[in-house]
Each structure stands twice: as C-alpha cells, then as structure tokens.
C-alpha cells in the first residue's frame, strides 16, 4: 500500500510498533492496550502480513509476470463463458433480467447467452403440477373443514391442477404465487361449499363445486396477474368430521333406504299401472268386438227382413201362411200337445207322440 515504505512501515500513524515520535495526530497508532495478558492485534500489522505472504505465494515474488496473467485472464475469461451461458431445459421458460429489470423477451428452451454479471437470469418451471388442499396435505388438520349452506361441517379434500403461463408474471409480479394460489383455493372452495347443500359436495354435485371453483381460483389468480392458468379442480373427497361420522352414515343409509322403498313403489306402480292399461285395453277390444258383432247382426237381420219383404211384396198370401206355418213350427216344436175334438166328440183326445216313441225306441236298441 503507498503507506506501507513510509514511517518504516507504520502506516499512516508513523510509527509501526506504537513506540517514538511520528505516531499520527493522536500521538500513537491505532492500536488497543498492552496488558500482561495479550492485547489484540494491530491492524497495519495484519495488512503488513497478508502483503508478505502474498508475495511469496506469487511467482517471482510478486512482479509482473506475463505467464502468470495470461493464465488469470484466461481463468477469469472461462469463469465469465460459463457465468455467460445457461440453459433451459423443455420444461423450463426463462427471463432475463439486466441490472435487476425484467426483459421482456422470454428464453425458450436450449442454450441461451447473456451478459453477465450485467445480466442474470430466473427460470420458471411450465409444466402442469399438482396442488393438494386438506385432508392430510398440510400440519393444519383444519385446513378441509368448511361450513356449508345447511350448517353442516365438511372436510373437504380436493386438488387444483395448474401450470405457469406467463414466466414474467409469475416470477416477479407476486412474492409467492404457489402460496397465493394455495390460499386463493381455499377461500374459494369455502365460499363455494358455504353456498351449497351438503349433500351436493358429498356426492350430489361435485362437478359443478369443483367447476364453480376453478372459475373463482382464475379469475383472482388473473386479477393479481400471477401467470398461472388453472387446468382443473377435482374433489377427491368430501366427508363429514370424525366426530360426527357415524351420524351421517345413519342419515346415508336412511337416505338409501327412503331411495330403495321409492324405486320399490315405482315398480309396483308401474306393475299395477301396466295391468290396469291391459284390462282396459282388453275391455276395449271386447267393448269394440262386441259392438261389431251387434251391428253386424242387425245389419244381417235388416237384410233378411228386408229380403222377406221384397218376397212378400210380390205373393202376400202365399208368404204369410208361410211365415205363420214357420212360426207356429217353432212355438209347438218343444211345447206339449193336447188334441180336442170339435163338434161334440169326446172332448180331449190324447196326442201320441209318435216321433218321440220311435226316438226312445231306437235309443234302446243302441
């Protein structure tokens, strides 16, 4: 240093081992007190040292040796090429930043250069990853109970996919975006249950919370500009506190059971109703048969008459005594028979069935 061949070496105090004249403005150098027990060490003496030692270290005692700094330049020339060349690997993006702003240029991935240590790089991972949300994801247990909009307590485990897509935004625009969209998941599935039934985050309507959810997440994540884009959210699970399980599983199962006893009177009356419609649908065709078979008869007995009529027409005579000598045919045919006689007989005179003798007597043969 240029004091140190001045004052033989004692710094800009004078004197180096704090004895004679010339020991600075103060009188003395800046040094502690001596004590039998040891005093600190000077601070002109450790630079001296270092000095000396360094010079020995040097070759040729610390001249200018061309060798020596070719070698330096060279090694600080390869240290500044691998400072100055990085690389993005395919899942990568990078930003450049120059004297700690952004660029907005984004490095794709391969190998890349830049001025360091004018210019430093940050690399975002892109690829989708997976953030879980309670159940035993995190120390906090309570981090999945929520309240629903029944006042119902649920313990909800669900899991958000999600991926970086704008890198600059995402590293330099929040301090913590995975944390942020930790807590942006959770107040969003809180309101999101705290609107619905339980019965719909159990089983009813997970898709729906799960949509609602992921629309709530993007559009915060898009407000505070995050860069991130969420894929999906999925419900992986949905179950009531430890502490009140057994209650709800009774009300599952009296649930399934008023399910089971609805399905059972659905079919009976659907089997009753389909009855019913058969016997209908048959006294309708019965209704329908018999009335053709009526019309159908009068129809035939229409024309009959009419057909005797035309016959009538033409001999009346001859066709009455036809129809009385029919008609009393069929009167006596089954009636019993008694003769009188006229004109002073006998009176009654028995009628022998002739017909009907010779009936029995062949039926006696056989």
Known sequence: MPWSNQNGGGGPWGGGDGGGSGGGPWGQGPRGPKGPQGTPPDLEEIIRRGQDRLKQALPGGGGANPIFIGLLAVGLLALWAFKAVYTV?????????????PKPEISEP?????????????????REQLLNIGGGSRANASAGLMLSGDQNIVDVQFSVAYQVSDPGSYLFRVSDPDDSLRQVAE?????????????????DDRAGIAEDVREIIQSTMTEYGAGIEVNAVSVEEAA??????????????AEQDEDRFVEEANQ??????GQARG??????????AYKNRIVQEADGEAQRF???YDEYAKAPEVTRKRLFLETMERVLRDSNKVIIEQGGGQGVVPY???PEIEKRRQGGTN
């Open 240 to 253: 009531p506190p430890r502490e009140v399980a057994d209650a709800f599983d009774e009300v599952q199962r």
């Open 110 to 126: 391969g190998l890349h250069f830049h001025l360091w240590p004018i210019e430093t790089v940050e690399l975002a991972n892109i």
């Open 89 to 101: 690997q395919p899942d990568e993006l990078g930003v450049e930043l120059r004297f700690g702003k």
């Open 279 to 288: 016997q209908s649908a048959q006294v309708r065709e019965d209704a329908a």
């Open 306 to 308: 009419v057909s005797v």
């Open 187 to 203: 107040s969003a599935m809180r309101e999101v249950v705290g609107r619905r039934q339980a019965q719909d985050v159990f089983r």
């Open 352 to 354: 022998l069935p002739l």
């Open 268 to 273: 009976y009356s659907n089997q009753k109703l």
